[in-house]
């Protein structure tokens, strides 16, 4: 496919439009609950509190995931200040990362072919999904970043011997386990496992040759063991218990048990969510591998779609505990194989998905420009001023001009560049949307703004019976939480060395509880409340003079 430019330069150019419309108003709404908001308080307190092996949640220490992605929200905060641009800019960075690995790891698979490689990244890089891992800060966009690396370093090492990338293949899943744990194993296994399972020989990576076991491979694993284990090591050292409530607790509990974290999903789950959440490109996979006669698929992208995406889509499938960016790691996959699906289309048949997919794209804007009728209309719980319909009916205006007014005649560009209008749009559009509407997405900061407009900042804030790190977050100090009954605020307190944990946590239930409430409503505070007290609480309310209801919250004082 030829191309004004080289590929390569069309694909930084596309990082770079694609990183302009992720960092537009990045910082613009504050952390969402709970993912966000538990990340973005965790980094601020170990930046705070300077203790870098214990990450601590609201006071107490947070043993949930290892700490690599709270020391890379750290550093973030550190380096861009203590606001929502130093939590974010971090993970958007990763998914321009995970993009260039994509287009690495096509020209690895189509054999240097650099335009279906450039296709692939763009395929990647305006899926739903990888857009919504980049503003939803969590572990999953770093590990799927860690988890690339890690498979490029084995493949490229396979395809061309350099030791260099056995050591990327060895750091890339050190720093995975530090991550998530052994969930990071998934993608680079499958990666070499799709690569090389029953592919013959002269078709494989690196024309079949094999690759000597060398030092280098135990230099490799002594790597991995330095950086995965290192901080699970020292933990385990400082205190035993940890071996149990980690490795069982948070690995064999999550995966088996729905009600450990309260995340049960059906089994179905992820075959709904992963193609609605990657379409419309989900439709052409589907629909093309459909029609594509398994026996004239070369058996390397038969293994990429076995491998890369419905292996790991049935392991995560079987898990009692699902999250959506839980299988962020099979969409590169998904991109590879939409690509080689769509290049053995002829032009007339390219050119059908042309109009269907824009059209898609259209109409999608479209429904962004009425958004602010049908909220006034249907009730939807937002609230939306009629500029928002401005950026995306721009959209609409853009994408009709460039492809009418383009006289590109092969349709993949076309298509591509349509696609890459949309999705910086849509970016754009969403944006106003997550700002004026925080208190309906889980935000704090219209509450943490009322607080400061009022001059209460100087007050004890109090929750009741919700986990709200996005407040302490806004705030920037710890409020105290009030327990009462909500499995959600259980804690671990059993790694505090003493109990000066009451300090940011009571248990409303326990008898010693009562001391220290009545002590903290002597001093003024701010109280908060998500619905209504229970009706044996009310006597709470005796102390507050004052009261404001915000969304689904009530602010006291």
């Known amino acids: 496919m030829p191309l004004p430019m080289t590929s390569r330069r069309?694909?930084?150019?596309?990082?770079?439009?694609?990183?302009?419309?992720?960092?537009?108003?990045l910082g613009s709404w504050g952390p969402l609950e709970s993912s966000e908001a538990r990340y973005s308080e965790i980094g601020r307190e170990m930046l705070t509190g300077r203790d870098w092996l214990h990450p601590r949640l609201l006071g107490i220490q947070h043993f949930h995931k290892p700490p690599l992605t709270y020391w890379v929200t750290a550093a973030g905060l550190g380096l861009?200040?203590?606001?929502?641009?130093?939590?974010?800019?971090?993970?958007?960075?990763?998914?321009?990362?995970?993009?260039?690995?994509?287009?690495a790891l096509g020209l690895l698979?189509?054999?240097?072919?650099?335009?279906?490689?450039?296709?692939?990244?763009?395929?990647?890089?305006?899926?739903?999904?990888?857009?919504?891992?980049?503003?939803?800060?969590?572990?999953?966009?770093?590990?799927?970043?860690?988890?690339?690396a890690a498979a490029y370093g084995i493949l490229r090492y396979y395809h061309d011997g350099g030791q260099r990338w056995l050591y990327l293949f060895w750091l890339g899943l050190g720093l995975a386990f530090l991550t998530k744990g052994p969930v990071g194993f998934v993608l680079p296994l499958m990666a070499v496992a799709g690569a090389y399972f029953r592919v013959p020989a002269a078709e494989r990576l690196g024309g079949g040759a094999r690759r000597?076991?060398?030092?280098?491979?135990?230099?490799?694993?002594?790597?991995?063991?330095?950086?995965?284990?290192?901080?699970?090591?020292?933990?385990?050292?400082?205190?035993?218990?940890?071996?149990?409530?980690f490795l069982y607790e948070h690995t064999v509990?999550?995966?088996?048990?729905?009600?450990?974290?309260?995340?049960?999903k059906p089994w179905w789950f992820y075959v709904l969510l992963a193609p609605a959440t990657s379409l419309p490109w989900a439709v052409a996979l589907v629909v093309r591998a459909a029609r594509t006669p398994w026996a004239t698929v070369p058996r390397l992208w038969r293994n990429v779609l076995i491998f890369w995406v419905l292996v790991p889509l049935l392991f995560f499938s079987l898990s009692k505990s699902k999250l959506l960016l839980y299988v962020l790691p099979i969409f590169p996959g998904v991109a590879l194989l939409t690509t080689?699906?769509?290049?053995?289309?002829?032009?007339?048949?390219?050119?059908?998905?042309?109009?269907?997919?824009?059209?898609?794209?259209?109409?999608?804007?479209?429904?962004?420009?009425?958004?602010?009728?049908?909220?006034?209309?249907?009730?939807?719980?937002?609230?939306?001023?009629?500029?928002?319909?401005?950026?995306p009916a721009i959209g609409v205006v853009t994408l009709v001009l460039t492809l009418s007014i383009w006289n590109q005649v092969r349709i993949a560009p076309r298509l591509l560049v349509?696609?890459?209008?949309?999705?910086?749009?849509?970016?754009?559009?969403?944006?106003?949307?997550?700002?004026?509407n925080e208190l309906a997405f889980n935000g704090s900061r219209p509450l943490a703004e009322f607080i400061t407009s009022q001059g209460l900042q100087?007050?004890?804030?109090?929750?009741?019976?919700?986990?709200?790190?996005?407040?302490?977050?806004?705030?920037?100090?710890?409020?105290?939480?009030?327990?009462?009954?909500?499995?959600?605020?259980?804690?671990?307190?059993?790694?505090?060395?003493?109990t000066s944990w009451h300090r940011y946590l009571l248990y409303l239930n326990q008898p010693e509880a009562e001391a220290p409430l009545r002590q903290l409503l002597a001093q003024q505070p701010v109280l908060l409340v998500k619905g209504e007290l229970k009706p044996e609480r009310q006597w709470l309310l005796q102390s507050f003079t004052h009261q404001e209801k915000l969304g689904k919250w009530v602010v006291y004082w």
């Open 10 to 25: 069309w694909l930084w150019l596309f990082l770079l439009v694609l990183g302009g419309a992720f960092a537009w108003q």
């Open 80 to 103: 861009f200040g203590v606001n929502m641009v130093g939590v974010r800019l971090l993970p958007v960075l990763a998914v321009l990362l995970q993009v260039g690995l994509v287009y």
């Open 109 to 148: 698979l189509f054999g240097n072919d650099r335009a279906r490689a450039l296709a692939a990244a763009v395929i990647y890089g305006t899926l739903p999904v990888v857009l919504i891992s980049a503003l939803n800060v969590t572990t999953d966009v770093y590990l799927a970043t860690l988890e690339l």
């Open 212 to 245: 000597p076991f060398t030092v280098h491979h135990v230099l490799g694993l002594a790597l991995f063991v330095l950086v995965g284990l290192s901080w699970y090591l020292y933990l385990m050292a400082e205190n035993p218990a940890f071996v149990r409530y």
């Open 253 to 264: 509990e999550r995966f088996a048990n729905a009600a450990t974290f309260n995340r049960s």
């Open 340 to 391: 080689y699906y769509l290049g053995r289309c002829t032009e007339a048949v390219l050119h059908r998905w042309y109009v269907g997919i824009v059209g898609f794209f259209g109409l999608l804007l479209g429904i962004l420009c009425l958004l602010p009728i049908f909220a006034a209309v249907f009730e939807l719980g937002l609230e939306l001023h009629p500029l928002v319909s401005l950026w």
């Open 418 to 436: 349509g696609t890459v209008i949309f999705t910086v749009f849509l970016l754009i559009s969403a944006k106003p949307i997550m700002q004026q």
């Open 458 to 498: 100087t007050r004890p804030v109090v929750v009741y019976d919700q986990l709200l790190p996005s407040l302490a977050f806004e705030l920037g100090t710890l409020p105290v939480f009030l327990n009462d009954g909500n499995t959600s605020l259980n804690r671990e307190t059993q790694f505090e060395p003493g």
